[in-house]
């Protein structure tokens, strides 16, 4: 499926950005992936530790995603949406990381929403790995592909 099928399914709206929307993410990338590291440092729980580091990789996505010049459509499914359009950046065979992703959302969200202690710390150092490497995949895919939209 293309970004342009995603346009005409309602999951994605064309919509421009500029350099300073795209480093005003990436830097919100940073500040959540700080927040993770005193989080782990400070040993608070498993669950709050995945949820920062999810929130450095749906930060980043988003970040891939708005320099593609595309926007996730409001009204259910976002961060769904937003990990699942990795596949035109980063993770082009929808292999790698997509799958993972996908499980470390579920996780996050039976953790924030429905049940609490469910994150084992074997979940979040992965999840906080990833983070680092998801973050720093999309800076250089932004790099390469839309160089206009980042200092």
Not at 59 to 85: D, F, K, N, P, Q
Request: aromatic share 6%; glycine share 10%.
């Amino acid at each position: 499926m293309t970004l342009e099928t995603r346009v005409k399914n309602t999951w994605l709206e064309k919509r421009g950005s500029d350099r300073e929307e795209i480093g005003r993410l990436l830097a919100l990338a940073d500040g959540r992936l700080e927040d993770y590291r005193r989080a782990t440092a400070g040993k608070l729980s498993a669950d709050v530790q995945l949820g920062l580091a999810y929130d450095v990789i749906r930060i980043s996505a988003t970040a891939a995603l708005r320099a593609a010049g595309y926007r996730v459509v409001r009204g259910g499914g976002e961060h769904y949406r937003t990990i699942e359009a990795l596949e035109f950046s980063i993770d082009p065979q929808k292999k790698r990381l997509i799958p993972t992703l996908d499980k470390l959302r579920k996780k996050r969200n039976t953790g924030s929403y429905d049940d609490f202690g469910l994150v084992s710390q074997g979940e979040a150092d992965s999840c906080g790995k990833m983070a680092v490497r998801v973050r720093k995949e999309v800076e250089d895919w932004i790099r390469k592909n839309h160089a206009d939209k980042i200092g």
